[in-house]
């Protein structure tokens, strides 16, 4: 048998086909999830337009997720928490995209290595639904965060096991996943998800009403994201 050399562009290519395989095969076995997409395209969008570096960001995301994918869902939150808030350094919008508010796709937050609260929760919510967590046990969360003598406005996931459960937090500035009783430090103001826009006491709304929501999805689209 004439000898094979595996070059490293070899060697990344045929690491890219296991993981698309791994992440097909262990999603095969659970409900289908709410965002797809193919593995291998993503990976080769992110380096065409965003650069060599953002494609193995991304290739790195999508190891994590073939990891997760057979895990049980405290497993999956414990992962994709611990994976997005090693994967980003915090920064304000304008000093990362030269706007106030900017809601930063996964592909663009893993290219850039930074990004807001916002970033943070958008990764981590459309990772747990390729994980195949049910859209209606997640939501983005604007809370009042007390830190020292100041209160900021602030993003986390909220992961909720059963409709009026109390929900568990995912936060970029605390690694540890808590329920919300243990985090006095923040303040709820309202809630949203695919599904509709929830206030304190109040019914819910459509989230087509969510600007950002709508622009975030079209460019998540764009990118080859099918959610």
Same mark, same amino acid.
């Given at each position: 048998?004439?000898?094979?050399?595996?070059?490293?562009?070899?060697?990344?290519?045929?690491?890219?086909?296991?993981? =698309?395989?791994?992440?097909?095969?262990?999603?095969?076995?659970? *409900?289908?999830?709410?965002? =797809?997409?193919?593995?291998?395209?993503?990976?080769?969008?992110?380096?065409?337009?965003? #650069?060599?570096? &953002?494609? %193995?960001?991304?290739? $790195?995301?999508?190891?994590? /997720? &073939?990891?997760?994918?057979? @895990?049980?869902?405290?497993?999956?939150? %414990?992962?994709?928490?611990?994976?997005?808030?090693? &994967? /980003?350094?915090?920064?304000?919008?304008? $000093?990362?995209?030269?706007?106030?508010?900017?809601?930063? =796709?996964?592909?663009? $937050?893993?290219?850039? #290595?930074?990004?807001?609260?916002?970033?943070?929760?958008?990764?981590?919510?459309?990772?747990? /639904?390729?994980?195949?967590?049910?859209?209606?046990?997640?939501?983005?969360?604007?809370?009042?965060?007390?830190?020292?003598?100041?209160?900021?406005?602030?993003?986390? @996931?909220?992961?909720?096991?059963?409709?009026?459960?109390?929900?568990?937090?995912?936060? $970029? @500035?605390?690694?540890?996943?808590?329920?919300?009783?243990?985090?006095?430090?923040?303040?709820?103001?309202?809630?949203?998800?695919?599904?509709?826009?929830?206030? *304190?006491?109040?019914?819910?709304?459509?989230?087509?009403?969510? #600007?950002?929501?709508?622009?975030?999805?079209?460019?998540?689209?764009?990118? #080859?994201?099918?959610?």
């Amino acid at each position: 048998m004439p000898y094979c050399q595996l070059t490293a562009a070899r060697v990344r290519a045929l690491s890219r086909g296991l993981t =698309t395989l791994v992440l097909c095969l262990a999603l095969a076995w659970g *409900p289908a999830p709410a965002v =797809t997409f193919d593995p291998g395209a993503l990976a080769s969008y992110a380096r065409q337009h965003y #650069g060599a570096k &953002a494609g %193995r960001a991304v290739e $790195s995301w999508q190891a994590m /997720l &073939a990891q997760a994918a057979g @895990l049980d869902e405290q497993e999956k939150l %414990r992962m994709v928490n611990g994976f997005w808030n090693n &994967a /980003l350094i915090g920064g304000e919008d304008i $000093s990362v995209w030269g706007q106030v508010d900017y809601w930063a =796709t996964p592909l663009q $937050s893993l290219a850039k #290595g930074s990004g807001d609260c916002e970033d943070y929760v958008i990764g981590k919510y459309f990772s747990l /639904l390729y994980l195949g967590v049910a859209p209606e046990k997640l939501r983005f969360v604007y809370v009042r965060a007390q830190i020292g003598s100041q209160s900021i406005a602030h993003m986390v @996931l909220g992961y909720y096991p059963q409709p009026q459960a109390e929900p568990l937090v995912l936060d $970029s @500035l605390v690694d540890r996943i808590q329920p919300a009783h243990n985090r006095p430090d923040l303040t709820p103001v309202f809630s949203f998800n695919a599904q509709g826009v929830y206030m *304190p006491g109040g019914k819910r709304s459509s989230v087509e009403g969510i #600007g950002r929501w709508r622009d975030l999805l079209s460019r998540m689209r764009a990118e #080859g994201f099918q959610p």
